[in-house]
């Protein structure tokens, strides 16, 4: 496990080669205010990982500065996690709250130093105050207050003195710095609730960008490796180290790109949003990514882990496809649970040829599982088969039993149908069968031909089983939330099981042939009424689906059709794709979802008759316009396609970057206004002039001297770090392409 090179593991290879440190100490650093979901299985894999590689330790630390949500309940879900997936931290697990006192302590040499203040204005003041990317933000008066001041009303905000918002601490940084993190960050803010640990100790509680670096140093972490979305305050990370001057080895805070998954909620609150409104059972429901949940449905931690090492680490953001993780599921599985028999929906056979009992000698794996083990299968007049492997009126290549087709029954003999037996409403409630006895498994004689084999259980000896079939959760690609649920995502079956699976219990993980793989409920699973969960189907169906109703292109929310088989498209619809991708050249995936839509194609339309963009509009009709669509619940728009083709005329003109752009639309969407308008009225216009962008960049290579150094040393992909905190610092108004070239040509 764990094989794979990444840019991670280089750096602390190069560390460890410079002599920077000894011992290489990671930290896995959860907030407990949610279960643990597989993104933190990602981080979990990466940080203990790392240690592991390396030889050295990696700590489990609570990140409990927000009292308000945490709970020991939580504390104790993360570290089933952790131990579930192998690994061990080092010691015992430890608290940002431990830390308390120190961090306190910390920031009194700050304030002594003149690196912070007691600050009383109001949020929004202190908001209002920061400027924007564009405008530097202005000092606070109370950024004058004495030391000694300061060191008094911190004092007394520890004591609890102030309600919340009255005061809070800040590091004096620079109120006009480029990266707006750095404009005075608060460091501590006044809290009046009960901490789980530390009960109403405090009154002040540090914030992240404050607690997390020296937590990193008091524990003598070396590389802090977190998300990408903490780029920005990697440059509080260092000036809080740098500015206390630490006694060194410091650690340095390293990002990647998080985790997302299609098909998949990931935020804990949204996750607890599902939880507390009871749309699912707790947070170890079967449906939910947490890593409880992917247990409770009979996931084990090699497929996670295996999944882990195979979507890699990264430096940008993407969406994983979940039916990865399904085939890492199903590929462990494979090689390790043994074969049964189970009906999941019965129908009952009577085998009218058929005297007695016999038992028949099955083995559990197939010939290329290396295991052994084999039970009895028993046989007899009346068995049940599943309801799906029967067609009266079979349509074009059905292979299983019809009245003119016989079939076998697995590890059994091949039947022959007689006679279907109907209820008043026609449904079918028996088959009258007949046997052919030389036709047995293994011993067969009987020269037939049959096209397949199929699941069967002796109506004497099955057990029954309720049975959990699990679905994705969300109906969609992209789930925003509840809004999005799948309503079939549990259903569940009275079932037919063979004995031995009850009686011998050779796993507690089985493929039911022909179903899936199946679990037992590790909780509500008893002899005598045993509950299997669903772990995942045997083929990858949703795949197959997606790939027949369109190509797959890159991961966007779209509308597919996933539940049930694709419709057709009429003629009229045919002719809208045609002219979508041979004439105006769309992708597919845009023109299929255009032509189907006589809305969107209509909209679109208007829009071509205003600007010559087919693309270009057609992106933004089926996204944007689509989901506003979808939003609103109805197509009165605030916006008019002459409108949507005036936004695209100033992208096309470079007036605007897409970025901007999509900016643009909301504000469209939301008052009706024109593009132009709000173009001018916010000053979004692009920056193409290089005079105003040389500045920017020679700040930018000004306050990363250590890139550049890298940078210069041969690392050619920080061109692209430093391109986008350019961008960044305009905004995203600057023209990419420009920045690009000059960023290149100053480095060069
Ligand atoms: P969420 O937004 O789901 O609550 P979080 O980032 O707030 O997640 P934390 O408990 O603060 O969750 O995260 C602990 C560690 O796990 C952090 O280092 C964080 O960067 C990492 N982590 C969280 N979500 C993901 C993800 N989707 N992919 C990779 N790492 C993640
Ligand atoms: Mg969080």
Partial sequence: MNESKNFLKSQVQEDLEANKYQKIITRFPPEPNGFPHIGHAKSIFINFGIARDFNGYCNLRMDDTNPSKEDTKYVEALKDAVEWLGYEWYGDVRFTSDYFPKLYEYAIELIKMGKAYVDSLTEDEIREYRGSVTEPGKRSKYAERSVEENLDLFERMKKGEFVEGEHVLRAKIDMSAANMKMRDPLLYRIKNAHHFRTGDEWAIYPMYDFAHCLSDYIEGVTHSICTLEFENNRDIYDWVLDTLK???????QHEFARLNINYTVMSKRKLLELVEGGYVNGWDDPRLPTIAGYRRKGYTPESILTFCDQIGVAKSNSVVDVSQLEFCIRDDLNTKVPRVLCVLDPLKVTIVNYEGEEEIDAPYYPHDVPKEGSRKLPFSREIYIDRADFEENPPKGYYRLTPTQPVRLRHGYIIECKEVL?????????????????SKSGEDTSGIKVKSAIQWVSALSAKEVEVRVYDRLFACEAPQGVEDINPNSLVVKKALIEPAVITQKPDVRFQFEREG??????IDYTDETPVFNKIV????????KKRNSREKTKQQEKKVQIDGEVTPMTPEQEKLFERYTKELQLNTEVANTLARDSFLASFYEEALNELNSAVNLANIITNEVAREIKAQNSTELHFTPKQI??????????????KIAKQVFEEMAK???DPKQIVEDKGLIQISDPAQIKPIIDEVIAANPQNVEKFKGGNKKLLGFFVGQVLKATGGKANPKMVNELVAQKLA
Wanted: aromatic share 12%; proline share 9%; glycine share 6%.
């Fill in 517 to 522: 793989y199946f679990y037992a409920d590790p």
């Fill in 645 to 658: 083709a005036q936004l695209i005329a100033m992208v096309d003109e470079e007036l605007i970057s897409n």
């Fill in 422 to 438: 109907k209820d008043a409403a026609g449904n079918i409630v028996e088959i009258k069968a007949e046997y052919y006895p030389n």
């Fill in 537 to 544: 189907s045997l083929k990858d169906s949703w795949g197959k």
């Fill in 671 to 673: 008052t009706g206004a």
């Fill in 246 to 252: 630490l006694e060194p080895p410091r650690p340095y």
